[in-house]
């Protein structure tokens, strides 16, 4: 089944709206996204769409390829399979683009082209050592998360991480990877014990349709403060590396 959803940056219309922040201390589980908030990545989304594009013979300069990169500009967050099925319609083109993104994206990860954002895994380490579980979510299928996770050395770092086909295949803005990371970890008694964290609007408004107790954003990736808020955001912080104290309510 094809993914709906619409373009630019997703707002709450028509989704609960995001309750008032619970007490941060109460929360037990954390869901984080990866590339824009734990992971810098050197924009390696546009050069790898890049080489998924030319693959289905999107001519590079033109208006089509211009028109089709602002909205995995504006799209970014969304599971990667959703954006190619609004840019190719067809599903064997869609499946087509997905599969040269990511082999794109896989070699410029072994490339070493990507780092975590300064603080990251100290603060993800701080997190679980004050007793809360992380769980690192991805838009990426499984192929890419792995290759990023190997790159830095991150594969024990978390009990959990999540791609949209451990969900069930439906990816971000849909709530499905963090309500599957709560049901996977059984970290938590009710979704009001979850955080969810991310740089874009559809990392907050997936927080938002879970009734995540906390949907934070940060501004180490993608989009806006205005951005995230709008999406439901009720905080947004300067990077991850705040979260640890965010969460012991010392801020």
Same mark, same amino acid.
């Given at each position: 089944m094809t993914d709906t959803h619409t373009s630019g940056t997703p707002g709450t219309s028509g989704t609960p709206a995001a309750s008032e922040t619970r007490d941060a201390r109460e929360l037990r589980l954390v869901v984080?996204?990866?590339a824009?908030?734990?992971?810098?990545? %050197? %924009?390696?989304v546009e050069r790898a769409f890049a080489a998924a594009a030319a693959e289905l013979g999107v001519e590079p300069g033109s208006a089509d390829h211009a028109d089709k990169l602002a909205y995995v500009r504006a799209t970014m967050g969304e599971s990667k &399979?959703?954006?190619? #099925?609004?840019l190719f319609g067809a599903e064997d083109l869609a499946q087509k683009a997905n599969a040269a993104f990511e082999r794109a994206y896989g070699e410029l990860v072994d490339g070493g082209l990507v780092a975590e954002i300064p603080g990251a895994r100290e603060a993800i380490e701080e &997190?679980?050592?004050? %007793? #809360?579980? +992380? +769980?690192?979510?991805?838009?990426?299928? #499984?192929v890419t998360q792995d290759a990023i996770l190997d790159?830095? !050395?991150?594969r024990d770092l978390v009990p959990l991480t999540l791609c949209? $086909?451990?969900?069930?295949?439906? /990816? #971000?803005?849909?709530?499905?990877m963090v309500l599957t990371a709560l049901l996977r970890t059984r970290a938590a008694d009710a979704v009001h014990q979850v955080a969810v +964290? /991310?740089?874009t609007s559809y990392d907050a408004l997936s927080g938002v349709r879970a009734g995540a107790g906390l949907v934070a954003g940060v501004l180490t990736g993608a989009h806006t403060e205005p951005e995230l808020r $709008? $999406? !439901?955001?009720?905080? +947004?912080?300067?990077?991850? $590396?705040?979260?640890?104290a965010l969460l012991r309510g010392e801020r």
């Open positions: 984080l996204d990866m824009g908030t734990t992971v810098a990545d %050197g %924009g390696l &399979i959703s954006v190619f #099925r609004h &997190i679980q050592a004050d %007793g #809360r579980t +992380v +769980v690192l979510t991805t838009g990426f299928a #499984r790159a830095l !050395g991150w949209p $086909a451990d969900a069930g295949g439906r /990816g #971000r803005p849909y709530p499905d +964290v /991310g740089d $709008a $999406a !439901g955001a009720t905080q +947004v912080l300067p990077s991850v $590396a705040a979260l640890p």
